[in-house]
C-alpha cells in the first residue's frame, strides 16, 4: 500500500471517528434538552399538585418525553425502593384496578423484560418480541407490542426505577437509540430522585416538624418567581460547568459560549466573595453537606455586580460528583 493509500484510510477513520463524537454530542445535548424540560415540569408542579399526584405527574411527564424522543407507541414507568418494591408506576395499558394492576406488575418482575433489566442492571434491547425469552407477553393486552427497549434509571449504584418503551414493529429500536435513552435516563434520575425525596419530606411533615438538612431544590423554588427567569447548573471538580442554561448566561451578559468555557462557577462571584463559595463548594463535594445553599453578590461580564442565590444538590454522574441547581437573582 502506498502512502496515498494510507493517507486515504487515515482520512476515512479520522471522518468516522468525528462522525460518532458528533453523534455522541447531539444524544448528549438531547439528554440535557430532556432533564431541562423534566425540572420546568417539576418546578411547576410544586406549586399546583404535592404528594403521590405530584411524583405521578412527574413519572408521567418523563415517560411522556422516552415516548417522543424514540417514537416509541406505548411505555411503562415503575419507580423502585431500596428494597426493590414498585413505590409508583404508569402502566401502558392505562387505568387499571388495584388488584389487576399489582398482578401486572408482580408478573412482569418476574418473567419480563422490566424484570431482567432489575436483576442485570442494564439496558434490555429486544429487536423481535416473538423471538426473545424475555418479553413477556400479558393476557388481553390492548396493544401490539413487535420490539422492545428496558432502561434502568440509575441514580449511582442505585436502582430508581424501570423504564419500558414499545413499538408494533419489530427492529423499531436500535442500539443508538437504546444509548440515547441510557444517556436520558441518567439525567432523568436526578429529577425524578428530587421529586421523590420531596414527596417523601412532605410525608414526614405530617409526623415530624421539618428539618434543615433535608430540602431539595425545588422545594426552595416553589412560589417564586417564573421558571424562565432561573439559571441551572450541573458543576463538578472545582465548580466546573458540566452544563448550564442559556439564562444562566444571560443572567451575567455572556453568550452560552463564554459561559461554558469559563474555568468555574467561581468566575461568576464577585471577587472579595469567591473564598466563601468556593468553601461553600468545597464541603459539598466533600460530603460534608449534601446541599449547597448560599447568597453573594455575582460579578457580570461587564463587571457589574447583581445579588444572586443558588441551590444544589450533590449527585454521582456517570460514576463522578457533581452538583446539580439552579441560580436567581434576588
Not at 160 to 173: A, C, V, Y
Not at 218 to 244: H, K, P
Request: aromatic letters at 6%.
Amino acid at each position: 500500500m502506498n502512502a496515498r493509500d494510507q493517507s486515504k484510510e487515515q482520512l476515512i477513520r479520522e471522518i468516522a471517528l468525528l462522525r460518532r463524537e458528533v453523534a455522541e454530542l447531539k444524544a448528549t445535548k438531547i439528554a440535557f434538552d430532556a432533564q431541562h424540560e423534566l425540572l420546568r415540569t417539576f418546578i411547576s408542579m410544586m406549586q399546583t399538585a404535592t404528594g403521590t399526584l405530584m411524583l405521578r405527574s412527574m413519572l408521567q411527564q418523563a415517560l411522556s418525553i422516552s415516548r417522543r424522543l424514540t417514537k416509541a407507541d406505548e411505555g411503562s414507568l415503575f419507580l423502585i425502593d431500596a428494597e426493590g418494591r414498585v413505590t409508583e408506576s404508569i402502566l401502558a395499558r392505562g387505568a387499571t384496578i388495584r388488584g389487576q394492576k399489582q398482578r401486572l406488575i408482580s408478573e412482569v418482575l418476574d418473567k419480563g423484560l422490566a424484570g431482567w433489566v432489575i436483576r442485570h442492571r442494564q439496558v434490555g434491547l429486544i429487536a423481535d418480541t416473538t423471538q426473545d425469552e424475555r418479553w413477556l407477553t400479558l393476557p388481553s393486552e390492548p396493544y401490539t407490542v413487535r420490539s422492545a427497549l428496558g432502561i434502568p434509571i440509575l441514580k449511582g449504584k442505585e436502582l430508581l426505577g424501570i423504564l419500558t418503551l414499545m413499538h408494533s414493529e419489530p427492529g423499531h429500536f436500535t442500539p443508538q437509540s437504546a444509548r440515547l435513552m441510557q444517556m436520558t435516563a441518567e439525567q432523568m434520575a436526578l429529577i425524578l430522585d428530587n421529586a421523590r425525596l420531596y414527596s417523601k419530606q412532605q410525608q414526614l411533615k405530617q409526623e415530624t416538624p421539618p428539618t434543615e438538612d433535608f430540602h431539595p431544590i425545588a422545594e426552595q423554588l416553589s412560589n417564586r418567581e417564573d421558571f424562565s427567569v432561573i439559571g441551572i447548573y450541573i458543576i463538578f471538580g472545582e465548580g466546573n460547568f458540566l452544563y448550564a442554561n442559556h439564562r444562566l448566561a444571560e443572567i451575567f451578559g455572556y453568550t452560552f459560549g463564554e459561559l461554558v468555557s469559563l474555568e468555574s462557577i467561581l468566575d461568576l462571584v464577585a471577587p472579595d466573595n469567591r473564598h466563601l463559595v468556593a468553601a461553600q463548594l468545597d464541603r459539598c463535594f466533600q460530603g460534608q453537606s449534601r446541599e449547597l445553599s448560599c447568597k453573594f453578590p455575582g460579578q457580570r461580564k461587564d463587571g457589574s455586580l447583581i445579588d444572586v442565590e443558588v441551590y444544589g444538590t450533590r449527585t454521582k454522574l456517570y460514576g463522578k460528583y457533581v452538583v446539580i441547581g439552579v441560580l436567581r437573582l434576588i
